[in-house]
């Protein structure tokens, strides 16, 4: 018999449900991967629902640990705001990356540099 076995149904349900909840974000933030036509528009997709994913399953961590050791755990909160930190950076970095490579080709539609004539 496992310890998540003596928890009592309120918080196995709570589990549950965010970890459900953060599955699920993460599975449409996939999809408009997958579906989102122009690089842009799928940056955006997976970085929102894997951040707010990535929540709903600490949140779920954080409630079955705290239950389990009878005491609250917070680790779960650095890895967050790691997350929460970095993943809006990236969005960043990956997004100015290719507007440099199209300004560089010359796509239709992309702004010029600021210095260009």
């Known amino acids: ?14 589990v549950s449900f965010f970890v459900v909840f953060g599955a699920a974000l993460t599975l449409l933030g996939t999809i408009g991967l997958v579906r989102m036509r122009t690089f842009y528009a799928r940056v955006h997709a997976p970085t929102l ?3 707010l994913g990535t929540g709903g399953v600490l949140a779920a961590s954080m409630i079955l640990s705290s ?11 650095m890895i967050a705001v790691f997350v929460t930190v970095t993943t ?30």
């Open 88 to 117: 809006p950076v990236t969005l960043m970095l990956l997004g100015r990356a290719a507007l440099y490579r199209d300004r560089i080709e010359k796509q239709e539609g992309i702004p010029p540099f600021e210095n260009d004539p």
């Open 67 to 77: 239950m389990l050791q009878s005491r609250l755990v917070l680790h779960e909160i």
């Open 49 to 51: 629902g894997t951040t």
């Open 1 to 14: 018999m496992n310890a998540a076995a003596d928890l009592p149904l309120w918080a196995a349900i709570l």
